[in-house]
Structure formats: structure tokens, C-alpha cells
Nanobody
Framework: QVQLVESGGGLVQPGGSLRLSCAAS????????MGWYRQAPGKQRELVAT??????????NYADSVKGRFTISRDNAKNTVYLQMNSLKPEDTAVYYC???????????WGQGTQVTVSS
């Protein structure tokens, strides 16, 4: 079993920045994929960014809408993934969910979600 604890959401003005964190704990030795998804009111949940660990290399993937503004990173020693969000826009407003998949093709675990609101 894997537990995820998210933090870092909140209210920010357009153009501002926020940093989300998600710490994983439980029966895990290492994590294959760590990522962030978001869901805005009335919309489907969508991928924001993922970080996949293959050997000693981490591969990142971003939604087109956040490329150049958001950065995903991870601390493998702490089983923690971060999402640095810069130049935030009102359309980034959503509940952000942490997702981890400890093994390739394995089960997905989800965090409880953290609200990000971008508004003046």
C-alpha cells in the first residue's frame, strides 16, 4: 500500500508562482513514474506532467499548455515529487492530483488533491 500526501496549493494572482509537493510512503522501494494531473470544474482530469525513472535517468513529459511554465522534479531518496508552477494563468485553476506508479504496468495511486486557484 502507498500513501500520498500533497501540499502547496492555494490562491495566487495571474503571473504568480506556486510549488506543489507530494510525498509517497508505504511499501515501496523505488517509484517508476511520478506525476501530476489536474481537473477543472466541469472538465475531465488531464495530465500536467510526469517524471519516469529508467535506471539513473529521469524522463519528463509535459502537457503542451504548461510547457515552459511548469517544471516537474523528484527526490528519489525522499520518494517526493514537486511541481514548480510559474507564470500561472486563470486557466490553470483546478484541483491538482499527485499520481505514482511504483512499477511499470503496475497499480496507480492517487493523492487526495490540492486546490490551485489563479485569480486577481
Amino acid at each position: 500500500q502507498v500513501q500520498l500526501v500533497e501540499s502547496g496549493g492555494g490562491l495566487v494572482q495571474p503571473g504568480g508562482s506556486l510549488r506543489l509537493s507530494c510525498a509517497a510512503s508505504g511499501s515501496i522501494f523505488s517509484i517508476y513514474v511520478m506525476g501530476w494531473y489536474r481537473q477543472a470544474p466541469g472538465k475531465q482530469r488531464e495530465l500536467v506532467a510526469t517524471n519516469t525513472r529508467r535506471g539513473s535517468i529521469n524522463y519528463t513529459n509535459y502537457a503542451d499548455s504548461v510547457k515552459g511554465r511548469f517544471t516537474i522534479s523528484r527526490d528519489n531518496a525522499k520518494n517526493t515529487v514537486y511541481l514548480q508552477m510559474n507564470s500561472l494563468k486563470p486557466e490553470d485553476t483546478a484541483v491538482y492530483y499527485c499520481n505514482v506508479r511504483p512499477t511499470p504496468g503496475g497499480y496507480d495511486y492517487w493523492g487526495q488533491g490540492t486546490q490551485v486557484t489563479v485569480s486577481s
